[in-house]
């Protein structure tokens, strides 16, 4: 529904340039659940598998750390694009792109990231609870969406499809935290926002401050490339500083693990 429904309601309420200049954002953004897919591959059965008298421990703590990495990998990609799509856009497609796809596709943005909050609260409830209830979030946002856009686009246009769209999210990402955190983890709000939000949270903020005063001087491709780098480099360089001790020695952990797998696949013959 919202991957496919909403260009045809920007079809039918806006002309083909409009739906090509939010279907280009929109389909670059969908790609990067597969972000989401690595982590969930990961988390998911280690979270079914939990049992014994630590078990509900064992859960949020797991859960916390989830929240972290997925942050961890999927922030930096849409600081730079909520900074940079227009640049972005304007040198791959034109101009056009630049100055009509601008708050659309930022707030398209701000969507991909919720849908990032809500995929972990998700894992949640399918490995613990009934999965039903993730399918039935699912309808709730199509439903959402369709109400949203049936009261925007005839207004805004394509800005009003993106509007319904990241509405629709936050509602569903409300409701599956909500859920998760009261009926099945017993997480506090304020725990999840100390444990969970607040590293990743505040390197992203730390990286966007950085980079969106200059986002109008990338006019060309070698400082697109630049700003890409020092995305990359401000956001993790502060990650790490933020970093618990525990995440620090997960994340050793993985490069020597990655360093183990090298030297094997190297002596293979």
């Given amino acids: 529904m919202t ?20 279907s280009v954002p929109a389909g ?7 972000l989401r897919s690595v ?25 916390l750390k989830s929240v972290r990495f997925m942050l961890w990998f999927g922030l930096p ?14 040198l791959w497609l034109g101009g056009e792109f630049a100055s009509k796809s601008i708050w659309p596709a930022r707030l398209l943005v701000i969507s991909q990231a919720l849908f990032f909050l809500q995929g972990q609260a998700d ?11 993730v399918d039935a979030l699912v309808w709730l ?5 369709l109400f949203c856009w049936k009261l925007l686009i005839s207004r805004y246009g394509i800005l009003g499809v993106a509007a319904g769209s990241a509405l629709a999210q936050a509602l569903c990402m409300t409701v599956a935290l909500a859920f998760s955190h009261r009926r099945i983890l017993n997480l506090p709000w304020r725990e999840f926002l100390a444990e969970g939000l607040y590293a990743p949270g505040l390197s992203a903020l730390l990286t966007l401050t950085a980079v969106f005063p200059i986002h109008s001087s990338v006019t060309t491709w070698p400082r697109m490339l630049a700003c890409v780098l020092g995305v990359v480099a401000i956001y993790y360089s502060s990650t790490y500083a933020l970093m618990s001790p525990e995440d620090r020695a997960l994340f050793w ?5 990655g360093r183990l797998r090298l030297d094997r696949l190297r002596k293979e013959p």
Avoid at 15 to 21: A, E, F, N
Avoid at 123 to 133: Q, T
Avoid at 253 to 257: E, K, P, Q, T
């Fill in 3 to 22: 991957n496919q429904f909403d260009k045809v309601y920007v079809a039918r309420a806006a002309s083909l340039t409009d739906t090509t200049l939010y």
């Fill in 28 to 34: 670059l953004l969908q790609r990067l659940n597969i």
């Fill in 39 to 63: 982590v969930s591959n990961v988390v998911l059965p280690m979270m079914s598998e939990l049992h014994g008298p630590n078990a509900a421990a064992d859960l949020r703590r797991m859960y």
């Fill in 77 to 90: 990609p849409l600081i730079f694009l909520f900074a940079l799509m227009p640049q972005f856009l304007g």
């Fill in 123 to 133: 894992l949640v409830i399918v490995a613990r609870d009934r999965p039903w209830r």
């Fill in 141 to 145: 946002q199509a439903a959402a969406c």
């Fill in 253 to 257: 952990n993985w490069v020597a693990s």
